[in-house]
């Protein structure tokens, strides 16, 4: 039964902990939202985003942001930081 376990489950198990970790970590990429920030920063900037659409965006993405933060802080080391 052991050899059935390490020859069968421990591989299939690896390999849903690394899709897990790859899925919470494209999930939850503070990095890719702190570009959108950016984005849509420079967009107004350029004024091809009304003040009304940029604050609204802006919103959205704090909130997306802070929920990647707590996500990040309930799963502690099992996705990757980044800062």
Do not use: C, F, W
Not at 62 to 79: D, F, N, P, S, T
Request: no cysteine.
């Amino acid at each position: 039964m052991l050899l059935v376990d390490d020859l069968l489950v421990r591989p299939l198990v690896s390999i849903l902990n690394a899709i897990h970790t790859v899925a919470l970590t494209e999930l939850y990429d503070t990095d890719a939202i702190r570009d959108q920030l950016k984005e849509a920063r420079l967009l107004y900037e350029l004024g091809d985003l009304s003040h009304a659409a940029y604050e609204a965006r802006k919103a959205e993405l704090e909130a997306e942001l802070e929920r990647a933060k707590r996500a990040h802080e309930r799963l502690g080391g099992r996705v990757e930081v980044k800062q």
